[in-house]
């Protein structure tokens, strides 16, 4: 069992940059793929970043690509969401996830474990 907890969210104007933080439970964190996805109202959940468990290579929604940047510090059971040049339209819940040995990053589906979400909200 994982439980992951985000913190970092909050209200910024647009240009500006936010980091969100995701700490992990438990001592098998360096075994997860770490992913990062958002929800805008009315809309699904999609996918933003993912940071794979064996490479640390990283993956991106093209709508962010440039801007994100995800890394993940496995001493500290944490994965980090670092977001530049933030946009209204990135405004929306932002959800840590979870999966063990994770390959097919893009899926949420694929993610076993969520944390509660955190909202960003950019202003014009």
């Known amino acids: 069992q994982v439980q992951l907890v985000e913190s970092g969210g909050g209200l910024v104007q647009a240009g500006g940059s936010l980091r969100l933080s995701c700490a992990a439970s438990g001592r098998t964190f360096s075994s997860y793929t770490m992913g990062w996805f958002r929800q805008a109202p009315g809309k699904e959940r999609e996918f933003v970043a993912a940071i794979s468990w064996n490479d640390d290579n990283t993956h991106y929604a093209d709508s962010v690509k440039g801007r994100f940047t995800i890394s993940r510090d496995n001493a500290k059971n944490t994965v980090y969401l670092q977001m530049n040049s933030l946009k209204p339209e990135d405004t929306a819940v932002y959800y840590c996830?979870?999966?063990?040995?994770?390959?097919?990053?893009?899926?949420?589906?694929?993610?076993?474990?969520w944390g509660q979400g955190t909202q960003i909200t950019v202003s014009a």
């Open positions: 996830a979870a999966d063990r040995y994770g390959t097919r990053y893009q899926r949420s589906y694929e993610y076993n474990y």
